[in-house]
T-cell receptor, first 113, second 113 residues
């Protein structure tokens, strides 16, 4: 069975600092990996996805993530945090059929002025 | 613009009441999902459906049922609501067999008193 583990339920950074949100996955088949963002009182929206093409994936709002098979990781980064990045971020793993997507517990990002 | 609409953003019900949560998507997606979101637990899959009148149990189906009579509509039913079903419920849809993302509704926050 597939699963993801997000390290750190809360991350706090200063505005302009590097954002690093960690995600490790477990999958018996080549995985598809996703990062979603949830702003307060809203549903989730896709930030980026890895589907076995380039290992470095660029998403919206300046975020990117790198698939590292040897480390079974898919960490999310952004070089310079903005106040508007404050939200909850979820890592997810799926197989080809996309009907068994599993989410991590989420990481709440706080951005300090 | 793609859209998943959940009928109620906020509901308050009493223990033992029957509760219907409705979800409609306008993207002609085959797959539809119901997740439950609780702090520290991320999203947990309740049920999903890959076709009209088809349904599959997710990780936490106990106490819930679903209905999919039309492709665009997927309903979650709590036959007899209990206080431990107080939660945020998220509906999502996706294309079948694709590496595609899930498209989420804005969520329905249910409180059971």
């Amino acid at each position: 069975a597939q699963s993801v583990t997000q390290l750190g339920s809360h991350v706090s950074v200063s505005e302009g600092a590097l954002v690093l949100l960690r995600c490790n996955y477990s999958s018996s088949v080549p995985p598809y990996l996703f990062w979603y963002v949830q702003y307060p009182n809203q549903g989730l929206q896709l930030l980026l996805k890895y589907t076995s093409a380039a290992t470095l994936v660029k998403g919206i709002n300046g975020f990117e993530a790198e698939f590292k098979k040897s480390e079974t990781s898919f960490h999310l980064t952004k070089p310079s945090a903005h106040m508007s990045d404050a939200a909850e971020y979820f890592c997810a793993v799926s197989d080809y059929n996309n009907n068994d997507m599993r989410f991590g517990a989420g990481t709440r990002l706080t951005v300090k002025p | 613009d793609v859209k998943v609409t959940q009928s109620s953003r906020y509901l308050v019900k009493r223990t033992g009441e029957k509760v219907f949560l409705e979800c409609v998507q306008d993207m002609d997606h085959e797959n539809m999902f119901w997740y439950r979101q609780d702090p520290g637990l991320g999203l947990r899959l309740i049920y999903f459906s890959y076709d009209v009148k088809m349904k599959e149990k997710g990780d936490i189906p106990e106490g819930y049922s679903v209905s999919r009579e039309k492709k665009e509509r997927f309903s979650l039913i709590l036959e007899s609501a209990s206080t431990n079903q107080t939660s945020m419920y998220l509906c999502a849809s996706s294309l079948s067999g694709a590496t595609g993302e899930l498209f989420f509704g804005e969520g329905s926050r249910l409180t059971v008193l």
